[in-house]
């Protein structure tokens, strides 16, 4: 039979091979729609990631990651020499994600429909920085930002909207620095895990440990200009961390075997 003679197998790698190809193209069409510049920054990290670890060689990896690089910017230049890209897009990434990275005190500037959501999160990460600067060791409670905010709003801000539009200074204004600490040193151990996984492992299951990394790492970036941990969220990084440590667990009882 087809089976037996191994005919089927071609099927099925023709299949998943097809099924990767549409789920990517749907997640990509999610990515551009959410139209959050957040989300395309943490793509792209995790991306970059993605591309530098796939070899099992580190100078492969960075060779694979130039060549990416430089095929990614000389498809972008000539979408945009040819004016190919949607304008919607490339207004969209001309805003600049510096505008999303950039600090600084907000009080007094006029607020205008080009400024606005940039000087609003600007004005969260203030009064997230000042609830830090009275509370610095434990903060003021975790989950606390928001009934907090009062206390420390600029006055052209007054709602809360719920967290600090930057996860890292969110964590320090609710836990203090001791809580931001523990959270660094948790998934510094999660990324080292993940890392420590790939030169372990089967083609198959680098693949589950290469995405996961890529995950940790558009997680850590997006959370500079957001925070993740809503809507459930967190169920789904449950799992996926549960997946690692699995991963892990095997890794360990081969060894021991031998």
Same mark, same amino acid.
């Given at each position: 039979?087809?089976?037996?003679?191994?005919?089927?197998? *071609?099927?099925?790698?023709?299949?998943?091979?097809?099924?990767?190809?549409?789920?990517?193209?749907?997640?990509?069409?999610?990515?551009?729609?959410?139209?959050?510049?957040?989300?395309?920054?943490? /793509?792209?990290?995790?991306?970059?990631?993605?591309?530098? /670890?796939? *070899?099992?060689?580190?100078?492969?990896?960075?060779?694979?990651?130039?060549?990416?690089?430089?095929?990614?910017?000389?498809?972008?230049?000539?979408?945009?020499?040819?004016?190919?890209?949607?304008?919607?897009?490339?207004?969209?990434?001309?805003?600049? /994600?510096?505008?999303?990275?950039?600090?600084?005190?907000?009080?007094?500037?006029?607020?205008?429909?080009? &400024?606005?959501?940039?000087?609003?999160?600007?004005?969260?990460?203030?009064?997230?920085?000042?609830?830090?600067?009275?509370? *610095?060791?434990?903060?003021?409670?975790?989950?606390?930002?928001?009934?907090?905010?009062?206390?420390?709003?600029?006055?052209?801000?007054?709602?809360?909207?719920?967290?600090?539009? &930057?996860?890292?200074? &969110?964590?320090?204004?609710?836990?203090?620095?001791?809580?931001?600490?523990?959270?660094?040193?948790?998934?510094?151990?999660? /990324?080292?895990?993940?890392?420590?996984?790939? *030169?372990?492992?089967?083609?198959?299951?680098?693949?589950?440990?290469?995405?996961?990394?890529?995950?940790?790492?558009?997680?850590?970036?997006?959370?500079?200009?957001?925070?993740?941990?809503?809507? &459930?969220?967190?169920?789904?990084?449950?799992?996926?961390?549960?997946?690692?440590?699995?991963?892990?667990?095997?890794?360990?009882?081969?060894?021991?075997?031998?």
């Amino acid at each position: 039979s087809s089976t037996k003679g191994g005919g089927a197998r *071609p099927g099925w790698l023709l299949a998943g091979l097809a099924g990767a190809v549409v789920g990517t193209a749907v997640c990509a069409l999610g990515l551009l729609a959410s139209w959050s510049r957040g989300a395309w920054l943490g /793509f792209a990290a995790g991306l970059v990631v993605l591309l530098f /670890f796939l *070899p099992r060689r580190r100078r492969h990896g960075l060779t694979l990651l130039l060549a990416g690089g430089g095929a990614a910017l000389a498809l972008l230049g000539a979408g945009v020499l040819l004016n190919r890209l949607p304008v919607g897009v490339v207004e969209r990434a001309a805003s600049s /994600f510096s505008d999303d990275l950039q600090f600084g005190d907000v009080r007094g500037v006029d607020i205008t429909d080009a &400024n606005y959501a940039v000087l609003e999160r600007l004005a969260h990460w203030q009064a997230a920085v000042g609830m830090a600067e009275a509370h *610095p060791w434990l903060g003021v409670g975790f989950g606390n930002y928001e009934p907090a905010y009062a206390q420390y709003r600029l006055i052209n801000w007054p709602d809360a909207l719920g967290h600090a539009h &930057n996860y890292y200074l &969110n964590l320090l204004a609710e836990v203090g620095v001791l809580g931001l600490a523990a959270y660094g040193v948790w998934w510094t151990a999660v /990324f080292w895990q993940a890392i420590r996984l790939l *030169p372990r492992l089967d083609w198959r299951r680098r693949g589950v440990a290469l995405g996961l990394l890529a995950v940790w790492t558009a997680l850590a970036v997006h959370h500079l200009v957001d925070k993740l941990y809503v809507n &459930n969220v967190y169920v789904h990084l449950g799992a996926m961390l549960g997946v690692q440590q699995l991963l892990w667990l095997e890794t360990r009882a081969v060894s021991e075997r031998g």
